[in-house]
């Protein structure tokens, strides 16, 4: 059977045609979208900062190797009148024992930042229990005191981590800014990027044996405190209850606060 069909019709069949492709890309985007938004929103993230009204800051020390700076860092603590946080990996709990204890002994904290400084987004759920649990043992030997706040190396999770870090009652960290303390830039390029970003609620990271980092904070602390900022420890900045973490921000908030 032949089917003569004129110009006409050609024209007519191809716009139709067209037509369909184009609704059927409509419902076929509108499907995936969805699905991108699903994906998107089942997020889960650490803390990166704090949503509050007061002007309350925390700076978080992580410490892996080196202590040469430490017992001057407590130092310029104590002559400031503040409280910090400090993460430790099991090597430097193992190493400077005496340290950790002078640490807690001056009323900063101790966080977990796991035992062997691993890329914990590739671990599966066992490996990570192991990283947290020594650790943590480690630390409460230590201090006296169960951690329950987590850093991971290179600031890398995935929601297993996030997961595993809430069942074993950790609150699991990141930053808002990072002062780039570890690439061993000058004091004043520290002190400038913190204090051009700061804000309440930042959670600020550095590092315990940074090269400048005890200048930087000789110069960061006092400004801090004359622009009305309190520096203080990450529970007292942080929700511990009753609220929830934007996936797209970071940014923790309390539940049934409107701003």
């Known amino acids: 059977m032949e ?41 889960l993230v650490p803390i990166y900062k704090v949503d509050t009204s007061e002007k309350k800051v925390a700076i978080t020390l992580d410490g892996m190797w080196g202590s040469k700076n430490t ?11 503040v409280n910090i946080t400090f993460f430790f990996g099991g090597n430097w709990l193992e190493e400077y024992p005496h340290l950790v204890k002078e640490i807690a002994a001056n009323g900063h904290e101790v966080g ?10 590739s671990l599966n759920r066992e490996q990570i229990e192991v990283e947290l649990n020594k ?38 960290i990141q930053w808002s800014i990072d002062s780039h303390d570890w690439m061993d830039v000058s004091t004043d390029y520290i002190v400038k990027r913190v204090l051009d970003n700061i804000e309440a609620g930042s959670i600020i990271l550095m590092h315990n044996n940074g090269q400048n980092t005890p200048q930087a904070l000789r110069k960061i602390l006092p400004e801090l405190k004359r622009r009305g900022y309190k520096v203080v420890p990450l529970s007292k900045l942080i929700y511990l209850k009753d609220y929830y973490v934007e996936s797209y921000s970071g940014i923790q908030k309390k539940r049934g606060v409107e701003k």
Request: glycine share 4%; proline share 5%; aromatic share 12%.
């Open 3 to 43: 089917i003569d069909l004129t110009k006409k019709d050609l024209l007519i069949f191809s716009v139709v045609l067209s037509i369909s492709f184009f609704l059927l890309g409509l419902v076929t985007n509108d499907i995936f979208n969805h699905q991108a938004i699903r994906v998107s929103n089942n997020k």
């Open 71 to 81: 017992s001057e860092l407590l130092k310029i603590f104590r002559e400031n009148n």
């Open 112 to 121: 977990n930042h796991s035992y062997t400084h691993p890329h914990m987004a």
């Open 135 to 172: 650790t943590g043992e480690l630390i409460k030997d230590l201090t006296g005191k169960k951690p329950f706040l987590f850093r991971p190396p290179f600031g890398e999770y995935n929601n297993l981590l996030i997961k595993t870090c809430e069942e074993l009652g950790y609150y699991p």
